[in-house]
């Protein structure tokens, strides 16, 4: 089936430190792959999308580039910031689908 | 646009009793999304609309869930009886038509306690 696994948090880091969170993907047609962030107390929001192979999102110093070789969409930052702190989701849609499928998401908290 | 509205944006009821959660999508979007987040499965998708028709309902959990919506400006999904294992975060989410508006907007979602 159609799945989005993503690297297990919580991930903690010192602010300025640089940021990888690996997010690999099962589907079965083309899909358009997501990140998505929930800041504490608050509904998911979109942060960057990539909708066809070698793709980069890219949005507020995140990037993550659709690698079809290796199904995957690995999140990266250079430099975090403590307002970085939050839940960060992995997710695909097929094209011919209205079905988003999450990951399990990934903590990360920034200390100063 | 204010937004997807959810309420309550707490709800802490005893097993047994009727839960009814709300949304309200942003005017204008076809389809509309109900989520369910906990710890232990992440966030599950549990069913969408499409201008206000259920389309797919496999993730809703058992017969204890179900979900209307009755108008393009408001949905529930309803706990009936509710148990403690339905203790997670309940999301709504809407979105335009259309393949290139692939974005989800979520509400801010309502955390639910079954005691």
């Known amino acids: 089936g159609n799945s989005v696994t993503q690297m297990e948090g919580p991930v903690t880091l010192s602010e300025e430190a640089f940021l990888t969170i690996n997010c690999t993907y099962t589907a079965t047609g083309y899909p358009s792959l997501f990140w998505y962030v929930q800041y504490p107390g608050e509904g998911l929001q979109l942060l960057l999308k990539?909708?066809?192979?070698?793709d980069k999102g890219s949005n507020k110093g995140f990037e993550a580039t659709y690698r079809k070789e290796t199904t995957s969409f690995h999140l990266e930052k250079g430099s975090v910031q403590v307002s970085d702190s939050a839940v960060y989701f992995c997710?695909?849609?097929?094209?011919?689908?209205?079905?988003?499928?999450f990951g399990a998401g990934t903590r990360l908290t920034v200390k100063p | 646009d204010a937004g997807v509205i959810q309420s309550p944006r707490h709800e802490v009821t005893e097993m047994g009793q009727e839960v009814t959660l709300r949304c309200k999508p942003i005017?204008?979007?076809?389809?509309l999304f109900w989520y369910r987040q906990t710890m232990m499965r992440g966030l599950e998708l549990l069913i969408y609309f499409n201008n206000n028709v259920p389309i797919d309902d496999s993730g809703m959990p058992e017969d204890r869930f179900s979900a209307k919506m009755p108008n393009a400006s408001f949905s529930t999904l309803k706990i009936q009886p509710s148990e403690p294992r339905d203790s997670a975060v309940y999301f709504c989410a809407s979105r335009p038509a259309g393949r290139t508006n692939e974005k989800l907007f979520f509400g801010s979602g309502t955390q639910l306690s079954v005691l």
């Open positions: 990539a909708t066809k192979a070698d």
């Open positions: 997710a695909l849609r097929l094209n011919n689908n209205n079905d988003m499928r």
């Open positions: 005017s204008g979007h076809d389809y």
